[in-house]
């Protein structure tokens, strides 16, 4: 009966579905074991990216840097939200509380959230973790990534950050997708994180599709478990 519902909420129909949901219970101080390991796997995402340089000598051009290591600033991460009916609030909650946790030890300059189901849904953005008290979002029906991409292509700098985090059921034409995430990647010189939900199957046709340009985080809530998946080997990390 359960996989029979989560497949009448994956195919709930082409329009935007009607449901609401408010995170203001699950931003509280304290976090579970998934929550807490999803943000540790980020941010060791994150500070594997960033940019550093170093020199031991003056610079002739430049005599009054001190030589040693030159952080790059804090990158502003963008995550796209899967919000469609066949996401629970509990998998939600537990991808908010990390970008809480992100905001609080100053791992990301900014979040900004893109919600999407069937289309791009809502934009919302933070600057600090108390920010995420007013952040609400309405979704449910079938699912579409590419219009969020779409809708923040445009924006994307270098150095920025972009993560999705869906259960991989996409209705989407993933050879479009595809070039999409591609141009992601060409403007922030990262690839996606993948940050999945649900069957792994699901997650494998996207990696069919669109190969190393994402790194694949599997989220296994049920058994408290976060992997990144070596795909090309057919291990896990």
């Known amino acids: 009966m359960k996989e029979e519902f989560m497949h009448r909420m994956r195919e709930a129909g082409l329009e935007k579905g009607g449901f609401h949901r408010s995170f203001v219970d699950s931003l509280k101080a304290d976090t579970t074991p998934i929550q807490a390991k999803i943000k540790t796997v980020l941010s060791g995402i994150i500070q594997g990216q960033l940019r550093v340089s170093a020199w031991d000598r003056l610079s002739r051009r430049m005599p009054y840097l001190t030589p040693g290591t030159r952080i790059f600033p804090k990158p502003s991460m963008w995550f796209l939200i899967d ?3 066949s996401v629970s609030k509990d ?3 537990a991808v908010m509380s990390s970008i809480r946790d992100l905001l609080e030890s100053r ?30 979002i309405s979704g449910g029906g079938g699912t579409e ?28 034409n993933l050879e479009k997708l595809k070039d999409k995430i591609k141009d992601v990647v060409r403007a922030t010189s990262h690839p996606v994180i993948w940050l ?17 340009d994402i790194i694949p985080m599997v989220i296994e809530p049920e058994r408290g478990r976060v992997t990144i998946k070596n795909y090309k080997k057919g291990v896990r990390i």
Do not use: Q, Y
């Open 196 to 212: 999945h939900f649900g069957d792994e199957r699901d997650l494998n046709e996207i990696i069919n599709h669109i190969g190393n």
């Open 83 to 85: 919000v469609s009916g």
């Open 107 to 136: 791992t990301i300059g900014r979040a900004v959230m893109v919600t999407f189901d069937v289309g791009e849904t809502g934009f919302f953005e933070a600057k600090t973790a108390k920010d995420l008290k007013n952040f609400e």
């Open 91 to 93: 998998e939600l909650s």
């Open 145 to 172: 990534l590419s219009p969020a991409v779409e809708e923040i292509k445009r924006s994307l700098k270098w150095g920025d950050i972009v993560a999705v985090a869906t259960d991989s059921a996409l209705g989407d």
